[in-house]
């Protein structure tokens, strides 16, 4: 039984500015059933988001939300958390706001692992501007900039995240929200920097233009490519019998849960200073 | 017990922050700007807030506006470059309606430029620095007291107008010691982490409903009280319209918010102007030379005077135009090439005469060389004055 989550909507926001076939809707379904089901209250929600489609998703949740400028979500929310830590603070960033204008405050939020999760919509492209590349637009794609392909390699969001110190790495898709909901409940209840990666898809843009149909046929190629992953995600089995921790790799990305380290926390370390009135 | 001590500006920039209750830092090092950012470094955490050294200046005032969204009176400091920077989000806190403090020591630019030496060349940045139209407050101490007392009042004034104020100073003002009145650091202790106080909300919280030409009281995230805020042009729910009607509406509001003189403490002073026949018009540390340009321009026997803003944006007109009725000479000194004589000739130049001494190689403007130009624009000085030597 899926659990009816529109009381965290605005639902007199609607209709919202999404495109028929887009994925980003399903992500924010299994997000809000995330924090439905840690029984976050409402008034302890922050949302905070940069610019591009996902990011206007802030504006439909019914919570203290925050529509800030491209790329620096991530630094306002951080300024957020500190001021108020016992908000719950998610920031909703796509591939283009987190990976290329703010890849900058995206790895530093990382090292300092601020207490924050941070969900990045994945789907390869400028949705908002009309389709250009993205970061994670793959080498040969075609976009309105790259007309005859691609001609740059694409971020590894989550290996880049890992490797700047968050301490919860993930990847999951659109397709697969049981196993999406999964992770981000995890996400949600990490203390530390936490960062999900979701493959959605843009069918008006990179659908059209690399000539893979509409919404529906792009969820399904994502079940063709990463259907053995999305069942062991949703059968929560975030670890291998053997241990390790990466559930999956498919064309070059893993998924899963990929990374969980405990570091000392951010705005913790902060206060706790403050507390002690500045002695070491 | 507040009591007198020798420092430099930017320590009193610190301190001034402190005492208006302000509990978030966050900043990039520049100079000649670092000194800010190492007291606040030292002292928050001893008084209850929180410093955080960010990645660069655009998250630095992010940050700033995130802290003081949940509630906590925010500053950042920087200069020229980092200043640049900041415009994106000036603009940001501008449009949301967000109060923080900026504070822009100014070094010679442009770019890189000359880092340790002084110039007054962001001042119209100051004012116009981000793009399309938004009101900016912009205030301009001359001296470390009131580098203290301006960045205090700052900060009552970016709340109470909820918008953005930059402190603008030059690396002299930032440099330069003197002795200066600052409370203890126990007295800042015992005023405890200030909040903003969040009122109750009756229904639903509108968070750009203006009444009488001010926005509501900001309340703060957190607080129990669910609402929206973008950089998007929104109406008075925070939410973004594109209905022409209330997309104009809200921006005439916005850019006729801020009153001419946004606290009583911020009027501009005058100094010799009653019967003046020329004045200079100078702020920071150019208004200190100035100063003592208009009392040896006195004793050579020319009617001298001094106008010095507190407030650069928005200019004071009143004032300004007030004195063009009786003065038919304006010499406008500055560390740039005419920023701002350029607003003072567009607010008296159909009244008054205004010329400009300009001096821009790194080294500030002496009362030598803005006495010179008093004197070749003033009348001729009786003969007896006129023999003595210019000191």
Redesign the interface.
């Known amino acids: 039984m899926i659990p009816d989550v529109r009381g965290y909507l605005r639902e007199n926001r609607m209709p919202h500015i999404l495109c028929p076939g887009c994925g980003h809707g399903i992500v924010l379904g299994a997000l809000l059933r995330a924090v439905h089901a840690l029984g976050i209250p409402q008034d302890r929600l922050a949302v905070v988001a940069g610019i591009g489609c996902s990011s206007r998703l802030a504006g439909y949740v019914d919570a203290c939300t925050l529509h800030t400028t491209h790329g620096r979500a991530l630094a306002f929310a951080a300024g957020l958390k500190l001021a108020r830590p016992e908000l719950v603070v998610i920031v909703l960033t796509g591939d283009g706001d987190g990976l290329s204008i703010g890849g900058n405050h995206l790895i530093h939020a990382a090292r300092r692992n601020v207490d924050l999760t941070c969900i990045l919509f994945n789907n390869a492209v400028y949705g908002m501007t009309g389709g250009q590349v993205a970061p994670t637009t793959q080498p040969g794609w075609v976009a309105s900039t790259a007309p005859y392909g691609h001609p740059e390699p694409a971020f590894d969001g989550c290996a880049l995240v890992q490797g700047a110190g968050g301490t919860f790495v993930a990847r999951s898709m659109a397709y697969d929200p049981r196993g999406l909901q999964a992770i981000l409940t995890e996400a949600l209840e990490h203390r530390g920097f936490s960062y999900v990666e979701v493959l959605t898809d843009c069918p008006v843009y990179f659908g059209r233009y690399n000539r893979l149909g509409e919404g529906p046929e792009l969820l399904w190629s994502q079940k063709a490519r990463f259907g053995e992953v999305g069942q062991m995600l949703r059968d929560k089995r975030f670890v291998t019998p053997d241990g390790t921790a990466p559930a999956g790799r498919v064309e070059g990305l893993r998924f899963g849960i990929l990374h969980r380290a405990e570091r000392p926390e951010f705005t913790h370390v902060c206060w706790s200073q403050v507390r002690r009135g500045g002695d070491p | 017990m507040a009591r007198l001590r020798l420092v430099r500006g930017n320590t009193a920039c610190a301190y001034g922050a402190l005492s208006a209750g302000c509990r978030?830092y966050?900043g990039y090092p520049i100079t000649p700007s670092s000194e800010v950012a190492e007291e606040m470094a030292?002292?928050?955490?001893?008084v209850?807030?929180?410093f955080?050294q960010?990645?660069?200046e655009?998250?630095?005032l992010?940050?700033?506006?995130?802290?003081?969204?949940?509630?906590?009176r925010?500053m950042t400091a920087t200069s020229g470059p980092g200043f640049t920077l900041m415009q994106?989000?000036l603009g940001?806190a501008a449009l949301a309606e967000i109060p923080c403090v900026v504070v822009d020591v100014m070094r010679l630019g442009p770019s890189t430029g000359f880092p340790t030496a002084p110039a007054q060349g962001d001042v119209l940045q100051a004012r116009w620095g981000s793009h399309g139209d938004y009101p900016m407050v912009v205030l301009a101490p001359a001296g470390v007291q009131e580098v203290f007392e301006l960045t205090a009042a700052a900060f009552e004034v970016a709340d109470r107008l909820r918008t953005p104020v930059v402190v603008l100073y030059d690396e002299v003002v930032g440099h330069m010691m003197e002795p200066a009145t600052l409370p203890d650091l126990s007295e800042l202790?015992a005023s405890g982490t200030w909040r903003r106080p969040s009122p109750p909300v009756q229904g639903t919280y509108l968070p750009y409903a203006y009444s009488e030409g001010t926005p509501p009281p900001l309340v703060?995230?957190?607080e129990?009280?669910?609402?929206?805020?973008?950089?998007?042009i929104h109406d008075e729910s925070g939410?973004?319209t594109q209905d022409p009607g209330k997309v104009g509406e809200m921006l005439r509001r916005l850019n006729e918010k801020v009153p001419e003189v946004p606290a009583d403490q911020l009027h501009p002073e005058g100094v010799a102007t009653e019967d003046a026949e020329v004045v200079v018009v100078a702020y920071g540390i150019t208004a200190r030379a100035a100063r003592a340009a208009v009392r040896q321009a006195r004793e050579l026997g020319v009617r001298a005077g001094l106008f010095r803003p507190r407030v650069l944006w928005p200019s004071p007109a009143t004032a300004l135009r007030e004195l063009s009725g009786r003065v038919g000479m304006f010499v406008v000194a500055e560390m740039n090439f005419g920023q701002w004589a350029r607003e003072v000739e567009r607010l008296v130049g159909r009244w008054a005469e205004v010329v400009t001494v300009n001096q821009v190689d790194g080294t500030p403007l002496s009362p030598r060389t803005i006495l010179e130009r008093v004197l070749e624009v003033s009348s001729p000085v009786p003969s007896t004055a006129a023999g003595r030597r210019i000191s």
Do not use: K, N, Q
């Open positions: 978030f966050a030292r002292l928050l955490p001893r209850g807030g929180v955080v960010m990645e660069d655009i998250a630095s992010a940050a700033c506006i995130g802290a003081s969204l949940g509630g906590l925010s994106e989000h940001y202790v703060s995230f957190g129990g009280t669910r609402y929206h805020i973008t950089g998007l939410f973004p």
